[in-house]
């Protein structure tokens, strides 16, 4: 059987999931955008990876706009052709779409719809309110209008998907809401490969390199895109900055990222320390740099979006410090397995306050982080994540 698994970032999940589906014998294309930027899995084959998988990613003849919704729309267009003659030469008996956006799944929904191939929905967000939530804030009517295509297409999708994954019971509500049958929806949520993210002692090459071995660090690592707020990254370097051994330390790149590096060249901010994006096979000691992890996001973001950062944190026995909705998944992961701090996004003075609280408190921390790592041991188990998968496959592929 053969099967194409498509995530656009390139995450680390989908990967593994795709190297755990091979070595049971299925055929599998691993299928990413190259031109997205953002953090990435291991996509290239190890030596040890089943003969049976490949990787391979879709290139645009120009760099991405992503922030340029005129030019981006002809770029999707193109980006759809490029999967659908992807489809076309692999010839698969099921294909997943993961964080594939609705203007260009919904274009290959429709061109192959002919092909007789079963497509699977794997929701990850909920874009046409993401869309409508985020954009409205600067233009109300424009942002209702964009929203209201963009669900249209959302509702086209989760119609036309042979099923739907959803990585949320939160997500329920909407399908409910739309018309979608629950009988071709199940709940599988998203994991971190424990395997590509070991537990790193603080005192590893990548923080010794950057002269980070001896401070205390707050660190970020993940995009800053619409849905983040920098600002806060910005007031946690400036209110720690009494604090001669803290360093707040940024691992992104894009918009955001770009926006921290104008703040710190003007104010010269010397705590603030920012990094582009590091290769994967670094990622552990990067982590393993933190005292203290931290996830932002914005307050409209808190149902339709998860920061999966949060469960790859997890992994690296350290504490969180969040500035999410409360209502959010992410959120409610870390309190419930008191794996660390939460507080929500507008609320700074607390966000400074908790993180004053978790770098006085050693034991706190230890404890804290042990909580999420031992969170990931117990739901991060591939072979079990991979059954219900191949559950799916078997329900649809006749």
Known sequence: MRILIHDRPGYAFPAQLSRQLASRGYTVLHSYGAFFQGPKGELTKRSNDPPLLEFEGLNLKKPFQKYRFSKRLFQELEYSQLLLRQIHT????????????????????????????????????VYGIALEKLLSKRLKFVGQLVGAFYKALDRYLLRRSQHVILITEDFQPFLQEWGISSQKSCVIPNWSPLDSFP????????????????????????????????????????????????RVVVVSEGLGADW????????????????DYQPFDMVPDVLGTADILV????????????????????????????????????????????????????????????????????????????????????????????????????????
């Not at 104008?262 to 104010?267: H, L």
């Not at 409209?300 to 790859?312: E, M, R």
Request: aromatic share 10%; charged share 20%; net charge negative.
């Open 260 to 275: 921290l590096r104008e703040q710190k060249a003007a104010s010269g901010i010397d705590n603030l320390i920012l990094f």
């Open 199 to 246: 537990v790193r002692p603080k005192n590893n090459n990548w923080a010794i390199e950057n002269n980070l071995a001896d401070k205390f660090c707050l660190l970020y690592s993940g995009t800053l895109g619409m849905k983040h707020n920098p600002q806060l990254l910005l007031e946690l370097a400036l209110q720690l900055s009494q604090y001669p051994q803290v």
């Open 90 to 125: 692999f010839h698969p008996d099921i294909v997943f779409f993961a964080d594939t956006p609705s203007e260009a799944q919904a274009l290959i929904y429709w061109q192959g719809r002919h092909l007789g191939i079963p497509f699977v929905y794997w929701l990850q967000d």
């Open 295 to 398: 996830a932002i996001l914005e307050p409209d973001a808190g149902i339709f979006s998860v920061p999966s950062k949060v469960l790859t944190y997890f992994c690296s026995a350290r504490p969180l410090l969040l500035a999410v909705p409360p209502e959010n998944l992410a959120a409610r992961m870390v309190l419930r397995q008191k794996a660390g701090f939460v507080v929500p996004p507008a609320q700074t003075y607390q966000f400074v306050e908790q993180a004053k609280h978790l770098i006085a408190d050693d034991a706190l921390r230890e404890e804290m982080g042990r909580n999420g790592r031992i969170y990931a041991e117990c739901h991060f188990d591939i072979e079990k994540i991979a059954d219900q998968f191949e559950a799916i496959i078997q329900k649809l592929v006749k």
